[in-house]
Nanobody
């Protein structure tokens, strides 16, 4: 079992920045690739970014490329999502997730085994 707890969400104006954190406990954090997903009201959960166990492989949704950066600190068992130039359409609940296939950064919801409870991000116009 891996327990994931997100933090760092909040209300921000368009053009602003937030950094989300996801703290992991339980199994060895470096055994997992990590991903960030988001879900807006009335919409399906969608991929945002992912990172392999070493940080050597990353992947981003087209909608966030150049604005968001995923990173991880295996010594702290934490993965981060730095979000810059935020837009109202980034408003959603953001979830982190852990994938046993640690070597690659995957984008499908179905490939992730463990999920956090989510943190709300609201971007006002």
């Amino acid at each position: 079992q891996v327990q994931l707890v997100e933090s760092g969400g909040g209300l921000v104006q368009a053009g602003g920045s937030l950094r989300l954190s996801c703290a992991a406990s339980g199994r060895t954090f470096s055994n997992y690739a990590m991903g960030w997903f988001r879900q807006a009201p009335g919409k399906e959960r969608e991929f945002v970014a992912a990172i392999s166990w070493s940080g050597g492989n990353t992947r981003y949704a087209d909608s966030v490329k150049g604005r968001f950066t995923i990173s991880r600190d295996n010594a702290k068992n934490t993965v981060y999502l730095q979000m810059n130039s935020l837009k109202p359409e980034d408003t959603a609940v953001y979830y982190c997730a852990a994938d046993r296939d640690r070597l690659i950064a995957r984008s499908s919801v179905n490939e992730y085994e463990y999920w956090g409870q989510g943190t709300q991000v609201t971007v006002s116009s």
